[in-house]
């Protein structure tokens, strides 16, 4: 890369606010400064109370998903990423409403499963040893009060829920995935 060309990128770095550190000499280079953090600019006070809370909330949904723990790190990363009066007033609000621990509930084996399927496209059969199985094409999952449901691409206007798909068979065979039609 040309040296002019080098210099010209520091000086863009520089114009939109990053803090640049040059090192000379023959050990020398260009590195950004301590303790840099992309900045998340333009939120109100309320906002960040609201994102704050809605970090704090149990992630239990998501590990039932299998993504609990990307859940966590995603949540942390945004945190961090905040300028240091949003991140207090974030931190604020966390300790001002608190949820409870999260709960033991018995996790439905079925549930990460279909939450891959769903995200791989693909097919699967429900009722899977019985004498009527039933081939979906599970495009969408869907929290209720009752409990889970599977979107069928082949009958988005019918939600199966979890506990009444039985044995279930995920396939290694792909569909091509539709927008779910919800409501």
Known sequence: MARRTVLRDIDALTEAGLPIVVHRGNAGGVELGFDYHSRLVGLAA???????????????????????????????????????????RMQLAQRRFRFPAEADDPLDERLPALAAAVRDST???????????????????????AGWAVIDALDPKNPIPISQCGDINISARRFAPRAPELD
């Open 123 to 145: 097919i699967t059969r429900i009722h899977a040893k019985s004498d009527s199985p039933r081939t979906i094409h599970p495009v969408a999952l869907e929290f209720k009060r």
């Open 46 to 88: 309320g906002e960040a109370e609201a994102l704050g809370v809605i970090l704090a909330m149990p992630k239990s949904l998501l590990t039932s998903l299998g993504i609990g723990t990307a859940a966590h790190l995603a949540c942390d990363k945004l945190m961090e990423s905040m300028p240091q009066k949003v991140r207090a």
